[in-house]
């Protein structure tokens, strides 16, 4: 299957072009219109082919199935109680989610466990 080598693009046109005075915008549109142009066809000579086509690469490789059972996500944040919040107040009357039972501030507009809206 051939896919697009997004990042040998990217590592491509950073190195021939500067970034200064540009904006993140201006940048991409840039690289957008970069790979656009059209550049001699290396199969093909005499001939011409958008830039973004010589960035395609013959991978094999399998699709990654994702059986909902047993899939188990990774890399999020499933508890601040370990870390902590710098804007916590002292609590004193124990106000506590309606929905987790977590312990809140009296101000608290949201439960930071579960999200739930606090009244």
């Known amino acids: 299957m ?3 080598d997004g990042k040998k693009a990217a590592q491509d046109y950073m190195s021939k072009h500067t970034l200064a005075f540009s904006t993140p915008e201006l940048t991409l549109m840039r ?5 656009g142009d059209s550049v001699p066809d290396p199969k093909n000579e005499g001939k011409g082919i958008p830039r973004m086509m010589t960035y395609l690469t013959e991978q ?3 699709p990654v199935l994702i059986d909902d059972e047993t899939y188990v996500p990774t890399g999020a944040v499933k508890s601040s109680a370990s870390v902590g919040n710098a804007y916590n ?4 009357d124990g106000k506590f989610c309606s929905e987790c039972g977590t312990s ?4 608290a507009k949201f439960c930071p466990e579960c999200g739930t809206t606090q009244e």
């Open 89 to 92: 107040e002292v609590k004193t």
């Open 2 to 4: 051939e896919v697009f």
């Open 60 to 62: 094999d490789f399998e």
């Open 31 to 35: 690289f957008a219109f970069w790979m």
């Open 104 to 107: 809140l501030s009296m101000t």
